[in-house]
């Protein structure tokens, strides 16, 4: 079993920066994907960004020059760097690992983003 544990959400001015992270511990043979999808009220939950465990990354359109996603092997942690944040950034963010030979997903429980002024 693995668990995810997220931190650095927040309220934030439009244009300005957040770092989130997820740090995972557990029964942790080998971590795969790391990623951030984020979710607001009524909506499906959308990818954000990925990254392999070869550093190769993928971005929604949306935030493509803005974000920035990272990993530390080691520490078995996934940061997700923000910056010129907008109002339609604002959601409910998850960190997402798949991990382990049967390449199983698991979530964390969700950190808030709110961008407003």
């Known amino acids: 079993q693995v668990q995810l544990v997220e931190s650095g959400g927040g309220l934030v001015q439009p244009g300005g920066s957040l770092r989130l992270s997820c740090v995972a511990s557990?029964?942790?043979?080998?971590?795969?994907?790391m990623g951030w999808y984020r979710q607001v009220p009524g909506k499906q939950r959308d990818m954000v960004a990925t990254?392999?465990?070869?550093?190769?990354?993928n971005y929604a359109d949306s935030v493509k020059g803005r974000f920035t996603i990272s990993r530390d092997n080691a520490n078995n942690t996934v940061y997700l760097h923000m910056n010129s944040l907008k109002p339609e950034d604002t959601a409910v963010y998850y960190c997402?690992?798949?991990?382990?030979?049967?390449?199983?997903?698991?979530w964390g429980q969700g950190t808030q983003v709110t961008v407003s002024s």
């Open positions: 997402n690992v798949v991990a382990g030979w049967g390449s199983t997903s698991y």
């Open positions: 990254i392999t465990r070869n550093y190769n990354t």
């Open positions: 557990g029964s942790i043979f080998r971590i795969w994907v």
